[in-house]
């Protein structure tokens, strides 16, 4: 009798552990995603896409590592526009790269600055997913704007994932504005 009061202590301690594991081990998991028709419409490929870049090329915000610009106070400049990009890709659709000429132009222009190019995601994904994603997104663009001309020392990226959405909502238009890379001057 003892003994199977044992054994039964047992089973439900091994229930308990094993259902601990389970909800440490799924505390942050993805959200089920489905590409809409105009994620799948919009997806087109530049000449830097995805198969030049490569995955993981590069760590996670490389452009920053080291850089004692890292801590300074960027300013946001009218005259560089963010870009778009599709759920789940970092390649450069036509309206992209038409929104970057006019940046490389900008640019060119104003030959003295820097600029700190900024890759962000939706919040779905990882953490870890999402700051690559971001990361490979601001390449993308850097690549493209030195493609246009502009000196690879006058640019650096930086991830910062599904942090600082513009739209925290949780809807497709929200998701759209927050996959996206922005321009800062840097010092």
């Known amino acids: 009798m003892k003994r199977a009061g044992v054994r039964n202590s047992m089973q439900v301690l091994l229930l308990m552990v094993f259902a601990a594991m389970l909800a440490v081990g799924c ?3 993805p959200a089920a995603t489905t590409a809409t028709a105009a994620d ?20 996670i915000g490389e452009g920053m590592v080291g850089d004692e610009n890292a801590m300074s106070m960027p300013q946001a400049v009218s005259s560089l ?8 890709r970092y390649d450069l ?7 970057l000429v006019n940046n490389a132009n900008y640019l060119k222009a104003n030959s003295d600055q820097k600029v700190r190019i900024e890759g962000y995601c939706d919040e779905r ?4 997913y999402n700051l690559a994603l971001g990361e ?6 850097q690549k ?13 990226v930086i991830s910062y994932g599904e942090e600082m959405p513009l739209d925290p909502a949780q809807n497709e238009a ?8 922005e321009f800062k001057i840097i010092p």
Do not use: C, H, P, W
């Open 136 to 141: 490979r997104r601001a390449l993308a663009t």
């Open 93 to 99: 659709s036509s309206e992209a790269q038409a929104i």
């Open 81 to 88: 526009e963010r870009i778009y990009f599709n759920f789940d």
């Open 40 to 59: 799948q419409a919009g997806a087109q490929q530049v000449t830097q896409g995805v198969e030049e870049m490569g995955a993981g090329e590069t760590g």
């Open 174 to 181: 929200a998701y759209a504005m927050n996959r996206r890379a």
């Open 144 to 156: 493209y704007l030195e493609s246009l001309g502009v000196a690879k020392d006058r640019l650096s």
């Open 125 to 128: 994904g990882s953490d870890e």
């Open 27 to 29: 505390a942050k998991k």
